[in-house]
């Protein structure tokens, strides 16, 4: 589930500091929204962080800094989505292919480095929906760090050695970027 915060950092502070989810992934996402369309909202200029909460599952938060997050965090936009986990590329495709066969529009499609999405809504209760697979571990050994300027405590979670040495260098585009698989 993809949820909205105001403040990163104490986010970050909870999630891991007192939860004890890894960080397993933080973004910086680009001006204009790289993802036009793919969930509600405008995602530009906003931190996208991951936390590992099981073996195959995160929970993943939107930070924009200066805004008022209501208590259902869904109307800012971006928190309204749920991602579900399918274990291969091979049966995203076959899901895609399932969905576009039943009258399901798939809204977008992107490759964002450490998954590949396909997003669509819930026809009957217009709920957005994503169906990812994974590309990169996105584990505490293999964690996916693109955010060159990561929180504090994001970065104290991790250890600044480790983030040096996993940090990617480009911004994320919808295509892959350029970063590792």
Not at 19 to 25: A, M, T
Not at 83 to 105: F, M, Y
Not at 154 to 165: Q, S, T
Request: hydrophobic fraction near 40%.
């Amino acid at each position: 589930m993809a949820f909205v915060t105001n403040d990163m950092e104490e986010t970050v502070k909870f999630y891991h500091g007192v939860l004890g989810f890894p960080v397993v992934v933080t973004l910086s996402l680009p001006n204009p929204d790289p993802f036009p369309g793919a969930v509600p909202g405008n995602l530009g200029g906003s931190r996208h962080y991951f936390f590992r909460i099981s073996e195959q599952d995160t929970i993943a938060f939107f930070e924009f800094k200066d805004v008022e997050v209501p208590a259902d965090n869904a109307l800012l936009g971006a928190g309204n989505h749920l991602a579900i986990t399918v274990p291969s590329e091979g049966e995203l495709q076959k899901a895609k292919r399932h969905l576009e066969d039943n009258g399901v529009k798939i809204k977008s499609e992107l490759d964002h480095g450490f998954c590949h999405s396909i997003y669509f809504e819930d026809p009957v209760n217009k709920i957005a929906l994503e169906f990812a697979t994974w590309q990169h571990a996105c584990d505490v050994e293999e964690p996916f760090l693109q955010d060159p300027e990561p929180v504090p405590a994001a970065l104290a979670a991790i250890g600044a050695d480790k983030y040096r040495a996993h940090q990617l260098h480009y911004s994320p585009d919808g295509h892959g970027g350029e970063g590792p698989r």
